[in-house]
């Protein structure tokens, strides 16, 4: 291992969800970019190629002669046998997913914007903040039941995540709310997404024992800018969102950025 690079390593880390660690959302970069220690659960591979569940406790420490910044990483099994790493994984996605649509919740999301944030700061790698709203649910709740506003939220949940492409992630934000992290690559790639969605905010239906029930959404797309956090980004997008749905039904509305 000494003179590797990570991600030359046969470790196969990956967190405790089973969702592979990558530059992007490796914990030791952000021990380092921020200057805190930073502890996670992950799988790590033994030399037999099972997976072991351990927690990950990583530390930066800086040379004052040098200025080097370095990450010491403690590594503590949480258990003495080795572990089925699929049934791990499910246990953890019952824990943090929410239950009806199988999307991440907010604390997910809310996560994962912070990393999005301070690897945006560091080395300007832009993305998009999808807000999406399904517009008139209570009329859909009071009219049809609350058994068809589930199957409501079910189908935009569904259509956002299809929509999204592979590099996206998406959660149920709360009620009738979602929201989107999207990989992109400037402002024409925020307008390219707009395009995609515009279909599923005008275009969702759900069944009911009478038939098809037609609902839109309004959706807002909102690009970091110098200074964002997570919250001012997420408000922001939130705005957009509202914008929309001021201007009329399945409407999609997006913020140019810097």
């Not at 996605?93 to 009806?100: I, N, S, Y």
């Not at 999204?164 to 307008?191: H, M, P, T």
Request: aromatic share 6%; charged share 25%; glycine share 8%.
């Amino acid at each position: 291992m000494i003179g590797r690079k990570c991600n030359e390593m046969p470790m196969g880390c990956s967190f405790a969800n089973g969702a592979a660690i990558h530059a992007d959302s490796c914990p030791a970069l952000m021990a380092l970019t921020e200057g805190k220690a930073q502890t996670v659960e992950m799988f790590l591979k033994s030399k037999d190629g099972q997976d072991v569940l351990v927690r990950n406790t990583l530390v930066p420490v800086k040379d004052s002669a040098s200025g080097r910044a370095e990450v010491a990483s403690f590594f503590t099994p949480l258990a003495d046998r080795r572990y089925n790493q699929s049934l791990v994984r499910a246990i953890y996605e019952v824990a943090t997913r929410d239950p009806l649509t199988g999307l991440p919740g907010r604390k997910y999301m809310e996560s994962r914007l912070d990393a999005a944030i301070e690897i945006y700061r560091r080395i300007d790698r832009t993305f998009a903040v999808l807000f999406a709203y399904v517009d008139d649910f209570h009329s859909v709740n009071n009219s049809y039941g609350h058994k068809v506003g589930d199957a409501v939220l079910l189908a935009i949940g569904k259509a956002l995540r299809k929509h999204a492409r592979k590099s996206g992630q998406l959660c149920r934000w709360g009620g009738d709310e979602f929201v989107g992290l999207l990989q992109i690559r400037n402002a024409q790639g925020a307008r390219d997404a707009a395009s995609r969605f515009m279909r599923i905010a005008s275009e969702c239906h759900a069944e009911a024992e009478s038939g098809p029930v037609p609902f839109n959404a309004a959706i807002g797309i909102a690009l970091p800018r110098e200074g964002d956090s997570a919250e001012t980004i997420i408000e922001r997008a939130d705005r957009l969102m509202y914008a929309a749905k001021q201007r009329g039904k399945g409407q999609v509305e997006v913020d140019p950025g810097d």
